[in-house]
């Protein structure tokens, strides 16, 4: 009978001990949150998704060539004598045509290398973190205002404007060597 009332004090001591602890933190204020409903401010200096104002971007390509893991793919044309692309909001003078500028963030290591060489400074990384997705290829974003049909056009204006600025340079000399003709009379005196 001894043994049957200590085993029941037993119990109950390790439930009152077990319970101590629940008693305790019911006074506490909590260190969890509900995520997602409830979520904690980042540090200042937080690096998480890039993102880059296309109308401030010179092609300059530093942020390219400064990314260790090669996310960063830029294409740029030269824009033609006649166009004029304006300034950046930093004041720089725009003088190519961004026809591709795109991210791929499942390759991107959140180093932020790629901001500090930027000269405009339209590359930054923002606080947003929460960009999931089912497919991988929606990972990948495009920030350039072209579409690939626009940029391979502006690539064959650029062409066609090389071309024809060679054909007056080949035609300009053929015009000099037939002023210059040593059958000219005044020449050879």
């Known amino acids: ?14 439930i009152l ?11 506490v204020r909590a260190v969890t949150i509900q995520y997602p409903d409830v979520k904690l401010k980042l540090p200042e200096r937080a690096r998480n998704r890039l993102y880059v104002n296309i109308d401030d971007c ?15 793919t830029i294409e740029t044309v030269k824009a033609l004598p006649n166009e004029d692309l304006g300034v950046t909001s930093t004041g ?18 959140y180093c932020g290398l790629c901001v500090y060489p930027c000269p405009t ?7 947003v973190y929460e960009f999931s ?20 056009l502006k690539k064959k204006q650029v ?3 090389e071309i024809e600025q060679k054909m007056k340079k080949a035609v300009k000399p ?16």
């Open 121 to 127: 400074e339209c590359i930054y990384m923002t606080d």
């Open 159 to 161: 062409e066609q404007f």
């Open 17 to 27: 001990v077990g319970l101590r602890l629940t008693f305790k933190h019911l006074f």
């Open 58 to 72: 010179i092609g300059c390509r530093q942020c390219e060539m400064a990314c260790p893991v090669d996310c960063i």
């Open 92 to 109: 720089n003078k725009k003088r190519l045509w961004v026809t591709k500028f795109d991210i791929d963030i499942s390759k991107c290591c």
């Open 133 to 152: 997705e089912y497919n991988r290829h929606n990972l990948i974003y495009h920030f350039s205002n072209f579409t690939p049909e626009e940029a391979e």
């Open 174 to 189: 053929a015009e000099q060597v037939t002023v210059s003709n040593p059958g000219n009379p005044e020449e050879k005196s």
């Open 1 to 14: 009978m001894k043994e049957y009332f200590k085993n029941i004090f037993v119990a109950l001591w390790t």
